[in-house]
């Protein structure tokens, strides 16, 4: 009915997401509403010792885009949001209370949400049956493919997908199965919404201290993931130091992931004590965007961080990644959904271990284009059945000791696609023989590793 009232919904669990909201509101990407409500949803491991968004520094600046702020985890406690979606049967009932709870009433409801595909987004999409989907893209994963089938009564509501343009001119693949069109989020829209979170009084204070020009190291938390061993992940943070302390770099700042445990930090500062440079801590939850703004860093190491991409299209500033070949190797199943993130990476941003000062994120569409068709089809096949022909002719012409790092030659056998194992050897993956001596050979390796580390 077209007198009803109009209530938007938006769901957030980053400040980097609701600094993409607040761009896309601020650039009139959305129609007028009666109201605007942000949901925040707290998807920590354990949400309550981690600061939830509208308690980071800078909020504030964002809050005024938006009538009331609404806590999912208060909504459905004591469930996780990760972990919870309604059932079937109950979904009017929650409906209901959800409007009341919520002062809805009867107004048409309109939603606008982060990863679709799963959990708090997909049960607030299946609590609101009739309401219009639509979803935004805070990181690298919108230019892979749907991470699983998405129910139709979900995937044909949604009417578009919003998104920054963090590789200048290439489409997403996210959602293409539905004919969803994406739409971008003016860069210079949401750098000046990041330019008023570094202005924060908050911000301000939290930066203190940090030394301006510095190399900047992002920790992401990878072991979190089960992708690297507590081990693996110090090591790379370690190789981060080594590698800055090799380019030249004597002041370094180390911004650790949230929920990374404090001896990594201790273990840096060894290291760093050992090189002769000086290392600063960053242990508070400020944005890499702020510090980007504030203290201009000179270099920007990282793994596979949405930030690396922010720092050398939107900012200007060398970047260097280190980790990526090793997670392309750990990354399973083949279809887990950060491998696109880590094949852009991998593919734009030049090795610590190089000697350039620039990133290649400026490649034309053209040059990433085939390649994130291919990873992408042979990541989900099923729901992409269209994209084979690209894929076949990309791989027939460009597979390389380069570019077979984005793919996994069982993954291609299992497809048929080029690259795959000689006909006469396909037999192997399926024979219960060699796959015995196979296991017993792996064994046999692993015990020799560890009497030579011993």
Same mark, same amino acid.
């Given at each position: 009915?077209?007198?009803?009232?109009?209530?938007? %919904?938006?769901?957030? &669990?980053?400040?980097?997401?609701? !600094?993409?909201?607040?761009?896309?509101?601020?650039?009139?990407?959305?129609?007028?509403?009666?109201?605007? =409500?942000?949901? %925040?949803?707290?998807? *920590?491991?354990?949400?309550?010792?981690?600061?939830?968004?509208?308690?980071?520094?800078?909020? *504030?600046?964002?809050?005024?885009?938006?009538?009331?702020?609404?806590?999912?985890?208060?909504?459905?406690?004591?469930?996780?949001?990760?972990?919870? &979606?309604?059932?079937?049967?109950?979904?009017?009932?929650?409906?209901?209370?959800?409007?009341?709870?919520?002062?809805?009433?009867?107004?048409?409801?309109?939603?606008?949400?982060?990863? %679709?595909?799963?959990?708090?987004?997909? !049960?607030?999409?299946?609590?609101?049956?009739?309401?219009?989907?639509?979803?935004?893209?805070?990181?690298?994963?919108?230019?892979?493919?749907?991470?699983?089938?998405?129910?139709?009564?979900?995937?044909?509501?949604?009417?578009?997908?919003?998104?920054?343009?963090?590789?200048?001119?290439?489409?997403?693949?996210? $959602?293409?199965?539905?004919?969803?069109?994406?739409? $971008?989020?003016?860069? /210079?829209?949401?750098?000046?919404?990041?330019?008023?979170?570094?202005?924060?009084?908050?911000?301000?204070?939290?930066?203190?201290?940090?030394?301006?020009?510095?190399?900047?190291?992002?920790?992401?938390? =990878? &072991?979190?993931?089960?992708?690297?061993?507590?081990?693996?992940?110090?090591?790379?943070?370690?190789?981060?130091?080594?590698?800055?302390?090799?380019?030249?770099?004597?002041? %370094?700042?180390?911004?650790?992931?949230? &929920?990374?445990?404090?001896?990594?930090?201790?273990?840096?500062?060894?290291?760093? #004590?050992?090189?002769? /440079?000086?290392?600063?801590?960053?242990?508070?939850?400020?944005?890499?965007? /702020?510090?980007?703004?504030?203290?201009?860093?000179?270099?920007?190491?990282?793994?596979?961080?949405? !930030?690396?991409?922010?720092?050398?299209?939107?900012?200007?500033?060398?970047?260097?990644?280190?980790?990526?070949?090793?997670? $392309?190797?750990?990354?399973?199943?083949?279809?887990?959904?950060?491998?696109?993130?880590?094949?852009?990476?991998?593919?734009?941003?030049?090795?610590?271990?190089?000697?350039?000062?620039?990133?290649?994120?400026?490649?034309?569409? #053209?040059?990433?284009?085939?390649?994130?068709?291919?990873?992408?089809?042979?990541?989900?096949?099923?729901?992409?059945?269209?994209?084979?022909?690209?894929?076949?002719?990309?791989?027939?012409?460009?597979?390389?000791?380069?570019?077979?790092?984005?793919? +996994?030659?069982?993954?291609?056998?299992?497809?048929?696609?080029?690259?795959?194992?000689?006909?006469?050897?396909?037999?192997?993956?399926?024979?219960?023989?060699?796959?015995? /001596?196979?296991?017993?050979?792996?064994?046999?390796?692993?015990?020799? +590793? +560890?009497?030579?580390?011993?």
């Amino acid at each position: 009915m077209p007198d009803q009232p109009r209530t938007q %919904i938006f769901l957030a &669990s980053t400040l980097y997401g609701a !600094a993409t909201l607040a761009a896309a509101l601020d650039a009139g990407l959305f129609a007028p509403a009666d109201r605007r =409500l942000l949901l %925040i949803s707290n998807n *920590a491991t354990t949400p309550e010792t981690t600061p939830a968004l509208d308690a980071m520094p800078g909020f *504030a600046r964002l809050r005024g885009r938006f009538d009331r702020v609404l806590s999912w985890n208060e909504t459905i406690r004591p469930f996780h949001p990760g972990g919870w &979606s309604p059932r079937a049967d109950d979904v009017p009932l929650w409906e209901r209370q959800l409007r009341l709870l919520w002062e809805l009433g009867d107004d048409q409801v309109e939603l606008v949400v982060e990863s %679709i595909q799963v959990n708090p987004a997909l !049960a607030l999409a299946q609590l609101f049956p009739d309401a219009p989907v639509h979803v935004y893209a805070d990181g690298l994963m919108s230019y892979g493919p749907t991470r699983n089938k998405l129910d139709p009564l979900v995937g044909t509501r949604i009417e578009r997908l919003l998104h920054l343009d963090l590789v200048p001119g290439l489409k997403p693949l996210l $959602l293409t199965e539905f004919g969803v069109e994406p739409v $971008l989020v003016p860069s /210079v829209a949401f750098t000046k919404v990041l330019g008023d979170l570094a202005d924060d009084g908050t911000a301000a204070d939290d930066l203190a201290g940090v030394p301006e020009g510095a190399a900047l190291l992002l920790g992401q938390y =990878l &072991s979190a993931l089960a992708i690297l061993t507590p081990q693996e992940e110090e090591e790379l943070h370690v190789a981060m130091v080594r590698g800055a302390v090799a380019r030249g770099h004597r002041e %370094i700042v180390f911004k650790p992931h949230p &929920s990374a445990p404090a001896r990594w930090s201790r273990l840096l500062e060894r290291e760093a #004590e050992r090189l002769e /440079v000086a290392l600063t801590v960053l242990d508070r939850p400020v944005l890499a965007e /702020v510090l980007y703004q504030r203290t201009r860093p000179a270099l920007v190491v990282g793994c596979f961080s949405t !930030a690396l991409l922010t720092a050398a299209v939107f900012y200007d500033l060398p970047v260097a990644r280190t980790g990526t070949g090793l997670l $392309l190797e750990r990354l399973t199943p083949y279809q887990n959904s950060n491998r696109m993130p880590v094949t852009l990476v991998d593919a734009l941003v030049p090795d610590l271990a190089d000697r350039g000062e620039r990133p290649r994120a400026a490649a034309a569409p #053209e040059d990433v284009g085939p390649l994130v068709t291919a990873v992408g089809y042979a990541m989900q096949h099923q729901i992409y059945p269209h994209l084979r022909p690209a894929a076949e002719r990309y791989l027939a012409a460009h597979l390389s000791p380069r570019t077979r790092r984005y793919f +996994k030659r069982r993954r291609l056998t299992a497809l048929a696609l080029p690259g795959a194992l000689p006909s006469q050897l396909s037999f192997l993956p399926r024979n219960a023989t060699v796959r015995r /001596v196979a296991r017993r050979a792996r064994a046999v390796q692993r015990r020799l +590793k +560890k009497r030579t580390a011993a």
